[in-house]
């Protein structure tokens, strides 16, 4: 059995501090296009960019690196359009009675080019293979799991509150 529960803060609270983090994902928000990236290895079941740590790697740069894994988009080379970037909360997930954290950051683009995001060219079954822009009023199309769940409203709250959070 898995037990999931989500906290939904801009930091870890102390007492989960020393569980590892096994999974990182991203709500990518691009501005000026009101929409969202997803990711697909079979082109069915889609997903958030995000992934694994590698041993060793920062947070951000385990987030950095799946996010141009699976979209071919480098936010290194787009800091000038990273408007946001920060955890907006985090699942303590316990499985087989071993604790763990994934975490969830948004990250908001002020706007990018079409052609910068491209599905793989080779199939790889265990690989993301296509990439799609959607709306926040479709995402829950592709991904039915977050009617149920209260992240995609904390991430709409987060969105609403653009005008708060960037400067002008």
Sequence with gaps: MVER???GFSTIIPQHM????KQVYARIYIKKQDSIIIVSKDGSKRQ???GKPKAGERILQTLFREIYEETSLSL???THSI???DLFGYYHIIENGEGYLQLR???ILDDIVLDELHSNESFEEDSINYVKKTTLGELIHFIPWLKTNEELSFFNKTIGNLPQILPS
Excluded: N
């Design 5 to 7: 529960r989500r906290y």
């Design 18 to 21: 020393h569980y590892p983090i």
């Design 48 to 50: 958030l960019p995000g």
């Design 76 to 78: 290194s080379e787009l």
């Design 83 to 85: 408007k946001y970037c």
């Design 105 to 107: 950051y948004c990250i």
